[in-house]
């Protein structure tokens, strides 16, 4: 079974937005192929804050949402069912507050963390994260950066 790693929100709206068709497309083929492989895993926060962001009205769409919040619903369901969520619990809090410390991050970002170094994935799918970063056990990429070869250049996980 392929190791799973983590997404963020950020990557399930690219999903629904159509202002950014390539990113969109990034994100649809992530989602779709991380699940064939049942590599993926989503917080609990991800799902939260996903249904906030796409229905939240935007100037730039003349006040519409992403989504109408029905379909957004439909959606978060959705995603619920197709990939396993993982919950926070004592340990991922205190990771969390100890991990906004360390690496100096937002709350929401350490949080996020906090889930994968908790629950053992070694990597989190984010646009907002130092791409290639290593924060403690957890390695971030940004799906959504141009790539060579087919692959995103990412330093080895660990020194030979």
């Not at 939260?48 to 003349?62: G, I, K, N, S, W």
């Not at 056990?137 to 250049?153: C, E, I, K, Q, Y």
Request: net charge negative.
């Amino acid at each position: 079974m392929p190791v799973a790693s983590l997404i963020d929100t950020n990557v399930l709206v690219y999903c629904f937005d159509p202002r950014f068709p390539e990113k969109q497309g990034i994100a649809r083929d992530l989602l779709r192929r991380r699940l064939a492989a049942d590599a993926l895993a989503l917080p609990h926060q991800a799902i939260l804050e996903f249904v906030a962001v796409v229905t939240r009205p935007r100037r730039d769409l003349d006040g519409a949402p992403l989504l109408t919040p029905t379909r957004a619903f439909q959606e978060a369901e959705e995603l619920m069912r197709q990939f396993p969520v993982l919950y926070p619990d004592e340990a991922v809090l205190l990771t969390a507050l100890r991990g906004a410390v360390a690496y100096r991050l937002s709350w929401f970002d350490a949080h996020l963390w906090a889930y994968a170094e908790v629950n053992g994935l070694p990597e989190i799918l984010s646009e907002d994260f130092a791409h290639g970063r290593h924060y403690g056990s957890v390695r971030a990429s940004n799906p959504f950066l141009p790539t060579t070869g087919g692959v995103h250049d990412l330093p080895p996980m660990y020194e030979p």
